[in-house]
């Protein structure tokens, strides 16, 4: 049950936009030596990401915001992001660099409001997947489906 729970629940988040091919790229990286490989790169992009989170929340409390500057923060946040695969998340950072090249303070804002929630929602989800797949072992082979 919990093998064939945890499969349903990955393939879920592709299919949902959640998660890219990237994700799979890494699991492929897992092996019987670091069968924890994944779940310690998304902890560690959690760290750093909360981080980027923060420095880019301060700037977009400065008046007038320096766009180059925020579009710096989210490249560099973007770059870890799609490093574990997170397409919703990568996707609003985009659109987050797309609104600092038109100097749109406003799109910022809401952009990264709607980032915030993509990302949560993600980690949310992949703290219960990495909680099933503790549980069911490393003998669970990387693949999509």
Known sequence: MQRSQLA??????????YLDEQFVQL???????????????????????ARLIGIIEQALEKNPLDFAKLDSHMQQFKGSTSSIGAKRVKEECTHFRQHCEAA???GC???FHKLKKQYTTLKNKLQVYFQIARQVGPVYSASRR
């Open 27 to 49: 699991e492929e990286l897992q092996d019987d030596t670091n069968p924890n490989f994944v779940e310690e790169v998304v902890t560690l992009y959690y760290q750093d990401s």
């Open 8 to 17: 349903y629940m990955k393939q879920s988040l592709f299919d949902q936009g």
């Open 109 to 111: 804002r809401r952009t």
């Open 104 to 106: 749109n303070a406003q």
